[in-house]
């Protein structure tokens, strides 16, 4: 039961690279979602999407990109990376009925320097 | 817009003393209510939920119930253990926006022996 995974579980960036971090989910949910966590803000939604081909932004969505091409992945790529990024970032999802629980990936803690 | 203010924290207890963490929200409609932990090291997992007012979520002897009247969904524990040290997020979801959540600051708490 490998349920929603993140990779990688850490990484270092300097100040204007680039990267992707990965996130897939084995339980054909329709609603994925990415969330950054800061102390002392919990967490705040940066992009989800309602299934394939289907993107929107949320709180906190600038200097990301995300894409959905499957149900099973959904990729947040930092287009040129800021200490502001610095951050741990949860993937999520969900089957889409209301109400229904977010199953999260284990993070990312993300550095940048 | 919708909100959720947690209490602050952390939170020190010894074990077997009563828990309360209390979370207040803003919200237009009618909200579901969360409270997901997270466990050190890991992501977040749903604690309970309540849907409507006056309902109650219990889980692992954690309860919280919906109150309208206060917009409050205060968490409870008649007695912690050591393993209960986590961090406790509250959190609102508008019944039209399934799968974006909007949290609170999370509560750490600390029980100790």
């Known amino acids: 039961n490998a349920g929603v995974t993140q990779t990688p579980k850490f990484q270092v960036l300097k100040t204007g690279q680039s990267m992707t971090l990965q996130c897939a989910q084995d339980m054909n949910h329709e609603y994925m979602s990415w969330y950054r966590q800061d102390p002392g803000m919990g967490l705040r939604l940066i992009h989800y999407?309602?299934?394939?081909?289907?993107?929107d932004q949320g709180e906190v969505p600038n200097g990301y990109n995300v894409s959905r091409s499957t149900t099973e992945d959904f990729p947040l790529r930092l287009l040129s990376a800021a200490p502001s990024q610095t951050s741990v970032y949860f993937c999520?999802?969900?089957?889409?009925?209301?109400?229904?629980?977010?199953?999260f990936g284990s993070g990312t803690q993300l550095s940048v320097l | 817009g919708n909100s959720v203010t947690q209490m602050e924290g952390p939170v020190t207890l010894s074990e077997e003393a009563f828990l309360t963490i209390n979370c207040t929200y803003t919200a237009t409609g009618y909200p579901s209510l969360f409270w997901y932990v997270q466990y050190p090291g890991e992501g977040l997992q749903l604690l309970l939920k309540a849907t409507k007012a006056d309902d109650k979520g219990s889980n692992k002897g954690f309860e919280a119930t919906y109150r309208k009247e206060t917009t409050s969904f205060h968490l409870e524990k008649g007695s912690v253990q050591v393993s209960d040290s986590a961090v406790y997020f509250c959190?609102?979801?508008?019944?039209?926006?399934?799968?974006?959540?909007?949290f609170g600051q999370g509560t750490t708490l600390q029980v100790k022996p």
């Open positions: 959190a609102l979801s508008d019944i039209s926006n399934t799968g974006k959540l909007i």
């Open positions: 999520a999802s969900t089957a889409g009925q209301p109400n229904e629980k977010l199953f």
């Open positions: 999407s309602v299934g394939a081909g289907i993107t």
